[in-house]
């Protein structure tokens, strides 16, 4: 969406809203955002009994989200509203991080372990070696 807002503003909704484009480019990281808050708040925190953690994360953020959001919409109109969006949403994700991090899960070294040492994913050492891939 980031390199796409200009000529789809254009098409679909016409000259009159071609300063929409620069909001939608600034919304563009969400859906990434959303894919991380997804994959450490609901497949990780709470399938880790970290429920707590996620509630009081998720709580703050809202609370901190009204006034920043209204600071910056105030300053910058519809862009200061986007703007605050993506931001927030990537502080909850770094707080989700540190949470994690603090109770000794670190999610993607974890995983990297796991897909190694299970039978259908991890790289058997002979086709390693006679491929190069892979120095043990």
């Not at 929409?20 to 997804?38: D, E, K, T, W, Y």
């Not at 000794?104 to 190694?116: A, E, F, I, M, P």
Request: charged share 10%.
């Amino acid at each position: 969406t980031f390199f796409l807002a200009h000529p789809l503003c254009d098409v679909l909704l016409g000259p009159s809203f071609k300063h929409s484009a620069v909001v939608l480019q600034i919304l563009s990281p969400l859906p990434l955002l959303f894919g991380l808050m997804n994959v450490f708040g609901t497949q990780t925190m709470l399938v880790f009994g970290l429920d707590a953690y996620l509630t009081r994360i998720m709580a703050y953020t809202a609370a901190l989200s009204i006034p920043v959001t209204f600071f910056f919409s105030k300053l910058f109109g519809a862009t200061g509203a986007a703007a605050a969006s993506v931001v927030l949403t990537a502080f909850t994700v770094g707080t989700m991080i540190v949470a994690l991090r603090r109770q000794g899960l670190r999610v993607w070294r974890d995983l990297h372990l796991c897909l190694r040492s299970h039978p259908y994913t991890s790289i058997s050492s002979e086709s390693t070696s006679r491929t190069g891939l892979m120095e043990t």
